[in-house]
């Protein structure tokens, strides 16, 4: 079996959205009660407003990058997918679309499915980590398209 996800996925998807988020709201509520009239708190009244709303704009995207990803593996002709409390086997020759993300990190990877699996038609998970500019997608993604347009996957 070869691991094609990240180590780093269970920080991603645990450690860092519970950190970001919970320090981003709990500096905002510490704004919010603080009383508009306190000596020096001029600028507190403005500044609740704009954490709040990057609050909520950090916490949309680190849902739609960090939160949803998956462990992939592969196995033979089939990718064995986890959310780490349930785990899906795909064969490849289900996979419809694969696309990468650029100028993203962490860096990631779209599998797009021809029927719905346990986790729904699209899945994102975190390649290994390689040092990169941005210029490009990841190589296992061509390496993945190559293997679901072989012929032998669609046997």
């Given at each position: 079996?070869?691991?094609?996800?990240?180590?780093?996925?269970?920080?991603y998807?645990?450690?860092?959205?519970?950190?970001?988020?919970?320090?981003f709201?709990?500096?905002?509520?510490?704004?919010?009660?603080?009383?508009?009239?306190?000596?020096?708190?001029?600028?507190?009244?403005?500044?609740?407003?704009?954490?709040?709303?990057?609050?909520?704009l950090?916490?949309?995207?680190?849902?739609?990058?960090?939160?949803?990803?998956?462990?992939?593996?592969?196995?033979?002709?089939?990718?064995?997918?986890?959310?780490y409390?349930?785990?899906?086997?795909?064969?490849?020759?289900d996979v419809?679309?694969?696309?990468?993300?650029?100028?993203?990190?962490?860096?990631?990877?779209?599998?797009?499915?021809?029927?719905?699996?346990?986790?729904?038609e699209?899945?994102?998970?975190?390649?290994?980590v390689?040092?990169?500019?941005g210029?490009?997608?990841?190589p296992?993604?061509?390496?993945?398209?190559?293997?679901i347009?072989?012929p032998a996957?669609?046997?």
């Amino acid at each position: 079996m070869r691991q094609l996800s990240s180590s780093m996925t269970s920080f991603y998807k645990f450690v860092f959205p519970t950190v970001w988020i919970g320090a981003f709201a709990f500096v905002t509520l510490l704004m919010f009660m603080a009383p508009d009239s306190s000596k020096g708190n001029g600028d507190v009244h403005e500044m609740r407003w704009i954490f709040a709303f990057m609050t909520l704009l950090g916490g949309n995207f680190i849902y739609w990058g960090c939160m949803r990803l998956k462990t992939v593996s592969m196995s033979g002709d089939a990718l064995i997918i986890s959310n780490y409390r349930r785990r899906v086997d795909v064969p490849l020759r289900d996979v419809e679309a694969i696309s990468g993300s650029m100028f993203m990190s962490p860096e990631l990877i779209w599998l797009r499915f021809r029927h719905p699996t346990p986790f729904g038609e699209k899945i994102v998970f975190m390649p290994k980590v390689r040092f990169h500019f941005g210029f490009s997608r990841h190589p296992l993604v061509a390496e993945l398209r190559a293997l679901i347009s072989s012929p032998a996957t669609h046997a």
